[in-house]
């Protein structure tokens, strides 16, 4: 149970500052293809390559506290491109 929770919390932080970094938050299809590719890497790494407990869940608190604050800031982010869009020149 516990490397599928760090598995999931893993491609969760990953996919967060993905769409941070890359603007992706207007293309959803390419988020859930992100999410889902790094989440079949992370179950086949923890299934096949690593010790069962390699990682402990702390890990998944880590990674779902830092996915929270990444989507905080996407907001954000979000929010302000809306009230302030890019001037031309």
């Known amino acids: 149970m ?3 929770i760090n598995a999931l919390a ?14 992706m938050w ?3 299809w390419m988020v ?3 999410f889902g590719s790094f989440l079949g890497i992370e ?3 923890h299934n ?13 608190y880590v990674c779902f506290g830092l996915t929270l ?7 954000g982010v979000m929010t302000y491109e ?3 869009p890019p001037s031309e020149g």
Do not use: D, H, Q
């Not at 390559?49 to 998944?60: D, Q």
């Not at 604050?69 to 907001?75: F, G, M, P």
């Open 43 to 45: 179950l086949l790494a």
């Open 2 to 4: 516990v490397p599928t």
């Open 26 to 28: 207007k293309k959803p």
């Open 48 to 60: 096949y390559a690593m010790p069962e407990v390699a990682f402990g869940i702390e890990l998944a």
């Open 10 to 23: 893993f491609a969760s932080v990953v996919t967060a500052a993905f769409v941070l970094r890359y603007r």
């Open 32 to 34: 859930a293809l992100y």
């Open 82 to 84: 809306k009230n302030n």
């Open 69 to 75: 604050a990444l989507i905080a800031t996407t907001v």
